[in-house]
């Protein structure tokens, strides 16, 4: 008998320190915050949701997040229902709490302004949005979700009793979580370290790389992290993309971390020597990288050095060209790591597709080694998507990555985290669904994790993140409303997704409801539906396969409907 307890007990010890790994479905633990709200993740607790089972070809599983404070509610439904689905948003329990209302009766919305001494309400008309999927009209395909790992991210997770460090991994990579299958390392020191490196920095004027023998102990601890990751995610296939952001100094014109620069033409051929050393010591600890760029931003250093102060490297596309066409790409193809994709450009939206018309005006055969075309976010609300449709016109067969995005880093927004924000969110949200329908086949995040002040890093550049940590206490960290915007794609939308028609009735300019839908791997459907309005939305969903079925979302929210 003894035995026997001793053996439960050695049972019940090893499920509680596995903790997180034996997680099941739980609700966001919701807190206020001056800008909106958070979920909070201790040691012990972190919200988390299975992903949905399909009983039978009518159910309709429906989950949402709302500003007032949904974060993955599910509700089910059936394609046999008569009655539409109404949402029910989140109620905030306060006896103080007083704020405008909007109560829905029947098809009728009434604003109440509650803070004033006489009531007043206005009769709006719920609008009926038609929603039509259909299945046969068949776009492009997902390869990956993810965000980066940076030094910051790697700093940051280090500091935190190992429980809590596995929530973040399984909040972002388990299928509980969001599903990440992706992230995003840089090659030497990106602008979230904690201080500028490269490889090989001495001995100087060594084209030989006599120094880059073995990775720096910096990348050795994220191989650890990363490990580990992959052990609580029980996530087999990690997608790492890797980017430099600048060479060592002295192979660079003004042998400076930043400013204007670009690198020696004499060191063309080290410089893809260098790229092929970090994949083959990446290979040999075990932890393969999918994919490089060509490098990050290069504008930075041409022309974005008046306001950019971290680490960067000048490209123009007629040297980018020789250096891809003459040296990268061959010294990658003709190497044992020739199943390593190549994105090109790495920087904003604004230089599509002249970028690469450019390129290949130098080289004609430059884009020939280029499997992808990255793409960064930070402009994309002033210059619109039709820059990269020419692009994808014109390189159809490229895969399309989004490949970093952060908000606070424009001079007119809070430069650092506004937790809680629902705005903040909604960019993310607006912005995926554009991306996707625009060819997209995937999206990196910027920083994974930050702390409470958007750093740390060496140039005090601080932004916001999805997830902020306590790093005062180092006993929590808070799950943002961004993480929750990419949570409804990513988490849905496993690799091999195809996007489907999905089409509302509304003009592009003055539409309520956005609308985004793909088929997954298994044969389901899986619509991404965003109410941007203060108002709910009728949705009269029609698919081409499975029938009508309709349901009414509250306003400020977004959805995933998954069905048969």
Sequence with gaps: MKACWLFLLFVFGLWARRGVAAALSAPCQLRETSYGSVCVCNSSYCDYLDQPILSDNAQIVVISSSKNGLRFKQANASFLDKEALEVQDHQWIDENFVADSIIVEQNKAWLQFANVPQRFAFNVSIKTVQLTVKRELRYQKITNFGGAFTGSVSHILKQLPIDLQDHVYRSYFHADGIGYNSIRMSIGASDFD?????????PRNDPSLSNFSTLDSRDLQKIEQLKRLKVVAQLNDLKIMAAAWSAPTWMKSNERWTGFGQLKSEYYQAWADYHLKFLELMQSKNMPVWAISTGNEPLNGVIGFIFIHFMSMGWTPWQQAIWLGDYLGPTIKKSKQSHVLIFGNDDQRYTYPSWFRKMRASRSNALDYLDGLAVHWYWDEIFGPKLIDDAHTEMPNKLLLNTESCIGDKPWQTHGPE????????????????????????????NLVLDEQGGPNYVHNYVDAPVIVNTTSRTEFYKQPIYYAIGHFSKFLPEQSVRIEARTNETESFAQLSAVGFQRPDGTVALILYNGENLPVNVALNDSQRGAFNLRLPARSWHTVVYK
Excluded: T
């Design 194 to 202: 904690l201080q500028p490196w490269a490889y090989n920095e001495l």
């Design 419 to 446: 937790l809680g924000n629902w705005g903040r969110g909604e960019s993310y949200m607006r912005a995926y669904i554009q991306d996707l329908l625009h060819n997209f086949n995937g999206w990196l995040d910027w």
